[in-house]
């Protein structure tokens, strides 16, 4: 079996409106998380699998994005770099909460990973 989808993002430049917007259209209920400013979670329950809606970065205002779990970060990002792909964001160490990366495929679609077991 391969790598499963464990996480989806919804991101766009007004976090909250993105929060409405996807509760209003999908019934989706999404709770604030501390510290993490206009970023919002949303249960699997609700959503299929877990998902996050808020507030993008400067770099990155808007996107949609699939994060995909597997055992080393590093060992993955070294084999997409290898194929095609590029690096966004180097392995990240959220403590306590997740660690993950994002890449960019030979077409551009930005694409998360998530360490197993973080």
């Known amino acids: 079996m391969g790598n499963k989808i464990v996480y989806l993002e919804f991101m766009g430049p007004d976090g909250p409106g993105m929060k ?5 259209t999908f019934g989706w209920t999404a709770a604030a998380v501390p510290g993490f400013g206009d970023y919002y979670t949303v249960e699997a329950e609700d959503a299929g699998v877990g998902a996050g809606v808020g507030q993008g970065s400067e770099e990155m205002p808007a996107y949609l994005t699939a994060y ?5 970060i590093d060992g993955h990002l070294a084999r997409i770099e290898s194929a095609g792909g590029s690096t966004v964001v180097p392995r990240t160490v959220i403590p306590d909460t997740v660690t993950f990366a994002m890449f960019t495929d030979p077409s ?5 990973l998530v360490e197993a077991g973080s």
Do not use: R
């Open 20 to 24: 409405k917007f996807y509760e209003e």
């Open 68 to 72: 995909i779990e597997v055992d080393s």
């Open 108 to 112: 551009g679609n930005v694409v998360g």
